[in-house]
Each structure stands twice: as structure tokens, then as C-alpha cells.
């Protein structure tokens, strides 16, 4: 069941601001299990219980992604980056334009080695490519559909390694989406004491927009980000895939709140739990929460991050989902 709701969510084109789909799939998920709204950013928001605020988790929607800037008088697209991508990775890929009229396929095109007379192989910045959708005029490219502030993405592909891991583009945040889901779908017919909130929010990858808006309009208890924890180096120490769910105690954008972090772990070694305590780069939507929550961020360990090859080990993500249900049951 998981692996095929991260299948066909992971599928699914959404960068930041254009997260569309990815919300219209999470309302057919959820829509016969709670109540939802969409506020006027365009986070999606479940709320379970009543009463008092007691916590929020956040998972974001959003994917990294080009945006496409402009039509060269030969057809081909420019674009800028949204969200953190390697230049690196982007010469040679195959994408998928998302246009009004539908999807095409695309190409970032790299000279080959037999015309590479200097010998370079520098790095390629991110401004001097292309995307070559096959047309070959400005016209052409318009007629097939294409408009300034239409998107593209890189060209999906899943897979499944050895039976345990998933590998594939947008498990940021998508595993996160995923896992919020399964724990409403599983506390939904709970009583529970206070209320809980699970909002799928927008423009993560741009700079937490969508958790800033959360912020001005609820102040629980409680600020919980589910979201990648990149792994493994030396920076993220003994952490590992297939070893539970992760506690993102520190990163870049936040030290979360140390009694909070101890609390789930505690939690999670009383519930037996697989658990994992780390550090790690990046930011979460909680760290936008810290002058009025406790804050912490839930995760699994993921290789590749920002990459088309993103991986993550099936058991971890169950143990997530057990978490986040624990916590909603012991948390005070």
C-alpha cells in the first residue's frame, strides 16, 4: 500500500507555487476520512480534535523544478532553478514540460565528447542551458504549448531496490505527504485531547512560505516538521538507512527543542519504535514556529537528496508513520 501511494504521489509535477496536483491527489486520499480546507497560500489543512492547539505536523508538496523564463527564436526554453539543484545534474537529463495543454518531453542537451575540442568539462552553470522540446522555432515551441511560467520537471522513474528501498525524484517531501496521510487515515475514529493539525504545505523549497502563513494563523503546543533528513556523511554521524525513523534534532535552520526531541525519543523506545537521532544540512517548516512552539522535525534517512535517485528504506517510513501516531497519543 505505501509503496504504491509513493509511487503515485512521487509521479505527480508540483515545484514550488505550482502544487496543484499533488493537492488534488492528497483531497482523493483523504476526502472520505476528515474535513479539509485549503487557505489562501495553498496549503492543505486536516484538523483533528477539539479544543486547545496541542501540535501541528507540516509535510510540504513542493518538489525542486525549473521554471521556464523564456522562448529562444530557435525553439529551445530557458529556465531558472526552483529550489536547491546541482548544476551538475542537470546536463544530459531528460524533463517533462508541463504546459495548459498537457505534458511534453524535453531535453537538456550537452555537447558531446567528440566535439569537445578544448577538452573542458567544467561544470555547465545552470543560465547557458537549454531545454530542447524538439521544435524548432519560437513559433513551433508556442504552438506545442509552451508559455513563459510553464514548468518542467526531471523525468520521473521509480524504482524498487532488493525489495526494501524506493529510489526515485520527490520522496522530498512526497514520503512526508505520504506518511501524514496514513497517520490521519489511522487517528481519524480516535478520540483525541486537544486539537491536532496536518497541513501539506506550499513553497518549501523556496523559503518555508507556506509554514510562515501556518504561523500567523495557529500557535500549538507543538510544531512538528516531517520532512528528508540527507544522508549519510560525516556531518550526519551513525544514522543510516534501514534503521528507523530519524529525530532531526539540528540543522541549518533550526536547534529544535532539546526537551521535545528527548520526550520522542522516550516515546519511541516505549512503543518500540526504530529510532534514529541525527544532524543534518537544510531546513524544515517547524524552525518558522520556534517564537511560539516547541519545535522538533521527524524524518527518514534519505541518500541522493535533491537528485533523480533520492532513496529511502521502506521500513523507516513505517516506523514514521507509528511515530507520528504515538506521539498524537502521548505527547502532553
Known amino acids: 500500500m505505501i509503496v504504491e501511494e509513493l509511487k503515485e504521489i512521487t509521479q505527480l509535477p508540483g515545484i514550488s507555487g505550482y502544487e496543484d496536483k499533488v493537492r488534488e491527489k492528497i483531497i482523493e486520499w483523504i476526502k472520505d476520512y ?4 485549503v487557505d489562501t497560500i495553498g496549503n492543505l489543512i486536516v484538523e483533528l480534535g477539539e479544543g486547545e492547539e496541542k501540535a ?18 530557435n525553439g529551445k526554453l530557458k529556465f531558472r532553478k526552483v529550489g536547491g539543484i546541482d548544476d551538475r545534474l542537470l546536463l544530459g537529463r531528460h524533463v517533462k514540460v508541463i504546459t495548459e495543454k498537457g505534458e511534453l518531453d524535453g531535453v537538456i542537451g550537452v555537447t558531446p565528447v567528440h566535439l569537445n575540442l578544448e577538452r573542458k568539462f567544467d561544470t555547465v552553470p545552470w543560465h547557458s542551458l537549454e531545454i530542447d522540446i524538439g521544435a524548432e522555432s519560437k513559433e513551433e515551441a508556442e504552438e506545442m504549448g509552451v508559455k513563459v511560467l510553464d514548468f518542467a520537471v526531471f523525468k520521473k522513474h521509480f524504482s524498487v531496490l532488493n525489495n526494501k528501498y524506493i529510489a526515485t525524484r520527490s520522496l522530498d517531501d512526497r514520503f512526508g505527504v505520504v506518511a501524514l496521510v496514513e497517520a490521519i487515515k489511522n487517528l481519524v475514529d480516535h478520540d483525541l485531547e486537544g486539537k491536532y493539525i496536518f ?8 523559503g518555508l512560505k507556506g509554514s510562515k502563513f501556518l504561523a500567523n494563523t495557529y500557535s500549538p503546543k507543538y510544531a512538528i516538521a516531517v520532512d528528508s533528513f540527507a544522508c549519510c ?10 534503521k528507523g525513523a530519524v529525530i532531526r534534532a539540528v540543522d541549518n535552520s533550526a536547534i529544535y527543542t532539546p526537551a521535545l526531541a528527548k520526550k520522542t525519543l522516550e516515546i519511541a523506545k516505549k512503543n518500540k519504535i526504530p529510532i534514529q ?3 543534518t544540512g537544510g531546513g524544515t517548516d517547524a524552525s518558522v514556529f ?28 513505517k516506523a514514521l508513520i507509528k511515530l507520528i501516531e504515538a506521539l498524537v497519543f502521548e505527547l502532553e
Do not use: C, W
Open 34 to 37: 476528515a474535513g479539509y480546507r
Open 56 to 73: 501541528i505536523f507540516m509535510a510540504h508538496m513542493d518538489e525542486i523544478g525549473l521554471l521556464i523564463t523564456g522562448i529562444t527564436e
Open 199 to 206: 497541513a501539506f504545505t506550499v513553497q518549501e523549497e523556496i
Open 233 to 242: 556523511s560525516f556531518l550526519t554521524g551513525d544514522v543510516r538507512l534501514g
Open 277 to 279: 537521532v541525527g544532524v
Open 290 to 317: 520556534e517564537n511560539k512552539s516547541q519545535t522538533l522535525a521527524l524524518s527518514v534517512p534519505i541518500k541522493y537528496l535533491h537528485s533523480e535517485t533520492e532513496m529511502l528504506h521502506i521500513d523507516d517510513l
